[in-house]
Each structure stands twice: as C-alpha cells, then as structure tokens.
C-alpha cells in the first residue's frame, strides 16, 4: 500500500497482482494535481511489466480533477495499445457524475454500468 500525500488531502493507494496480465487496483482519498503523477507511474510500472488489464476500484475515492481524468484516459489508453483494457468500479455518486458531465462516461468501462439498482423478475 501507499500513501500519495496531496495539498488537501491523502491518496491511499493498493496494488494486487493476480494472473501476470492482471491487476486490481484500490484508491481511496483524493486525486488531484499534487499527486496525479505518482499514480499514474504507479500504474504505468504495472504496464511496462506487462500487465494489460487493469481494474481500478473508485469506491472509496472521494474526489477527482481534471488532472486525475486525464491520468486514467491516459492509463486506459495505453492499456488498449496493449491489447488489454481499464475497468473503472463502483464510482461513487459524486465521481460517476463528474464522468457523466464531462462525457467520459461512455469512453470508459464502468462497472456497473449505472447506479440503478436491476429489478428483480
């Protein structure tokens, strides 16, 4: 685990490697300029180790700025070049909605898809 320290807040970040081309990745706290760039070489290293897919859980990431977006299209590109894939989960309301503005919701592959419970049959 670790710990990117930013102006306002703290970016916990956790790596789990499973099969050689997989990894999940866990943040939690804030993404913003002060320390989008040790994120973003965090996750690059996994790339340039060869993993292709890559899954980054959002559920605890409370906030995100344009830098932050910018990283993770850049991650989700460079994953495809590779022939692999970036898989967003569990936004939270606030971060889903900010993917929504901005159009990058459709770009990217969210898990779930919405916030909409399914019903039951």
Not at 47 to 69: K, M, P, Q, W, Y
Not at 74 to 82: G, T
């Amino acid at each position: 685990m670790a710990l990117l320290i930013s102006r306002n807040g703290i970016l916990e970040t956790e790596i789990r490697k499973g099969e050689p081309q997989h990894a999940l990745v866990i943040v939690a706290g804030e993404l913003d300029t002060s320390n989008v760039a040790q994120l973003y070489e965090e996750l690059a290293d996994l790339t340039r180790e060869g993993v292709r897919h890559i899954a980054i859980n959002l559920s605890e990431l409370e906030f995100v700025d344009s830098t932050g977006l910018s990283a993770l299209i850049a991650v989700h590109k460079r994953a495809e070049a590779m022939g692999g894939e970036l898989i967003l989960l569990s936004p939270n309301r606030d971060i889903r909605r900010l993917f929504e503005v901005t159009g990058i919701d459709t770009y990217f592959n969210l898990r779930p898809r919405s916030e909409q419970p399914t019903p039951p049959n």
